[in-house]
Nanobody, 124 residues
Framework: QVQLGESGGGSVQAGGSLRLSCAAS????????MGWFRQAPGKEREFVAA????????HYADSVKGRFTISRDNAKNTLYLEMNSLKPEDTAVYYC?????????????????WGQGTQVTVSS
């Protein structure tokens, strides 16, 4: 199995940027398609972005398309989420997740391993 740990969260004003990282350990990172999800207080966990094993294919939620970029460095066993033009509605705990199947998924139950999450707070 793989262990995941997020970092890079924090507080930022609207319009600002943050870069989240997700460090993986355990089994070979490149075996897993990866995703980012977020959960705001009182809301269900929702899909943000996903990336294929090689990094050649990505998929985004409509709410973040054009503002967020998912990427990965398999040599460093690390997943990234570059977040620009942040809005107050982006405030949430952000989670990275790993999926053993090849096809990308935007479903919470499509992922097998999860990190502990990192808080992102965007103030207006």
């Amino acid at each position: 199995q793989v262990q995941l740990g997020e970092s890079g969260g924090g507080s930022v004003q609207a319009g600002g940027s943050l870069r989240l990282s997700c460090a993986a350990s355990g089994r070979t990172f490149s075996w897993y398609a990866m995703g980012w999800f977020r959960q705001a207080p009182g809301k269900e966990r929702e899909f943000v972005a996903a990336i294929s094993r090689s990094g050649s294919t990505t998929h985004y939620a409509d709410s973040v398309k054009g503002r967020f970029t998912i990427s990965r460095d398999n040599a460093k066993n690390t997943l990234y989420l570059e977040m620009n033009s942040l809005k107050p509605e982006d405030t949430a705990v952000y989670y990275c997740a790993a999926r053993t199947q090849i096809i990308l998924s935007d479903q919470v139950d499509g992922y097998d391993y999860w990190g502990q999450g990192t808080q992102v707070t965007v103030s207006s």
